[in-house]
């Protein structure tokens, strides 16, 4: 690299990174303050264990975001796979404009229209509270499904169509030559799909904000309304956590990208010897 | 792969496992729903209010009691869910102005006295203010009076006094002003001595060329943001509520020494509990406000907040008023002939919407220019 390449790398980097190494370095602080480093302790990360609505926010922020992304992940696959052998060429163009259309909308607009219809829809039942648990996994399972059939639906079309053919002929029934042949080649795009809905729903504010309802408040709603007072340093000692977690969860899964993308190079190479 | 899949759906069961860990047996449930950090929740060795209150309830009335406790950033957070009836709570504590506005739609529920004999430790001069002239629907919870806060290493004791200060040349680029038109419009007509709840334009264009002979002095319009300035001795002068200063206080650095008054006219808030329309159960909301006012909460919670209660059993305390100090105590507790008039004369009242359209659009000529 040039020098100048280099420099330009290293402050974008800079930019990038300084954020989350200064609330890194200060959740580590002695004292509250943020301009003054008085000494190394961990007393931020044990309040942050002994608080225990925090501890409460973030169990449930886990909750729906696992829930939310294991049920939008198969969601998304069947849709996309539906979009996928769709014949006509304009229905699958509609189909897919439409499932973008949650994608490009403004959160603050599918959180509004989401909020509304929950309480049309309980008032229309009746109910005294509209908002609960099983709302919020509806909206974030709504925002998170396009992303999956983003990621899936490019993988179908890589796929030779001729290998789930060649599997039927071969005595497959269509469901069996779908779990052993479709599912492994598009598995890449499913984990990514699961992945992305997981951390979208792991940061969303705005849309977890309209739609949450008693005694159901995640994380970032519940730092959010710490404003009145200062947000706490063992806030940043959340956040470093939550940092290392989704390191971690990249690492894994970029890791196992890697490995998927080798063992295909190897049985492609082991299927040229043979015909060698 | 399959690890992965196979660890998320232990994951998922895990999760459920938990979930229905708490929701099975059959308890009385209380949704309170207040500001985020208002309440002594057990952090640094402090009361954990509601911890203790379930512990308290089932030991008194042999019952198990459940409170689900949420948060909200603003007093409209709190208004916008609750008139939707997207949700709903038994306790809320919002500020004056919100009360007053949810008492004239009808959103609270009379409180029945009976239930919170406690009320008998709230001062006389916290009755019968503004927004609930007949105490019906309100206790209130805190209060908090806006100071001027300055940085004594910087700025001459002699200058400090009065709103004056805030707009005193000699310390120009040094100087904080509220980024929030109600507040900084509020500083200048205090410091002329006009009313701030005022529908004369005329009144809010003098307050409007007040700012504007201040804005080459100011250093930035905050926020929150004000802390950290003030602790770090970026800029010297600031107004904000006399139990943030007490925040900043703490968290100085040492080329720092922030001292703290009260000019002559200034803003009062106070924050009450009430018990919205849709409330499930008022008797049990009733007896967590008359906890909330019993001795040991009440303190875990003024200490905790940092701004001052207008429970007696709070402020003359022994216990608590060696615990903050005399400093402070003065400080939080400044001698008031008749805190009612002065605040049913200062404090901020709703404005009626072309106010408030008006105020804005000044707003946003102070900005620009």
Known sequence: MKPVSKVYTALVLLFLFAPIIILLVFSFNESKSLSVFSGFSLYWYRELFRDTETLKAVRNTLLLAVSSSLIATVMGTAAAVGIHRLRNRYLRLALDTVTDIPMINPDIITGISLMLMFVFVGRLFGAATSLNFFTMLIAHVTFSLPYVILQVLPKLQQMDKALPEAAMDLGCTPLRAFLKVEIPEILPGIVTGLIMAFTLSLDDFVISYFTAGNGFQTLPIRIYNMTKKTVTPKMYALATIIFFVILALLLISNLSDEETAGSVKAAKEKKKAKKA | ?369
């Open chain 2, 1 to 369: 792969m399959k690890k992965i899949t196979a660890l998320l759906l232990a994951a998922v069961l895990l999760c459920a496992v938990l979930l229905t860990g708490c929701g099975s047996s059959k308890t009385l449930t209380l949704n309170v729903y207040n500001w985020g950090e208002y309440i002594s929740d057990g952090s640094e060795d402090s009361f954990d209010t509601i911890r203790e209150f379930e512990k308290w309830y089932e030991e008194t009335y042999g019952e198990k009691i459940h409170v689900n406790y949420d948060t909200y950033a603003s007093n409209e957070d709190m208004y916008n869910k609750l008139s939707t009836g997207a949700v709903s709570y038994d306790v809320i504590i919002p500020s004056d102005y919100m009360i007053a506005r949810m008492a004239a739609e009808d959103m609270l529920v009379p409180l029945n006295f009976d239930n919170i004999p406690n009320y008998q430790y709230i001062d006389e001069s916290f009755r019968g203010l503004y927004y609930d002239p007949d105490n019906l629907y309100s206790v209130p919870y805190t209060y908090g009076v806006v100071g001027v806060i300055y940085n004594a290493k910087v700025v001459d004791e002699a200058d400090a006094g009065d709103w004056d200060l805030l707009w005193n040349s000699k310390y120009a680029g040094n100087i904080l002003q509220f980024n929030n038109s109600r507040d900084a419009f509020a500083t200048a007509q205090y410091k002329l001595g006009l009313d701030v709840n005022s529908t004369d334009a005329a009144n809010w264009d003098a307050a409007l060329a007040e700012l504007k002979t201040q804005a080459p002095l100011v250093k930035s319009y905050v926020m929150d943001e004000i802390y950290n300035m003030m602790e770090s001795g970026e800029a010297a002068v600031g107004a904000y509520y006399a139990g943030d200063y007490f925040t900043m206080l703490d968290n100085q650095s040492d080329s720092v020494d922030l001292q703290f008054y009260y000019p002559e006219r200034t803003n009062y808030f106070v924050d009450a509990m009430c018990i919205p329309k849709a409330c499930q159960n008022q008797k049990l909301a009733e007896i967590f406000i008359n906890y909330m006012l019993s001795e040991e909460p009440a303190i875990a919670n003024a200490e905790y907040i940092y701004y001052a209660s207008p429970n007696t059993l709070v402020y003359e305390s022994e216990e608590y008023a060696e615990d903050l100090g005399e400093e402070t105590m003065e400080i939080l507790y400044p001698e008031m002939e008749d805190f009612s008039a002065l605040y049913n004369e200062y404090a901020y009242r709703n404005l009626d919407q072309a106010t408030l359209d008006y105020l804005n659009q000044l707003w946003e000529e102070l900005k620009i220019s």
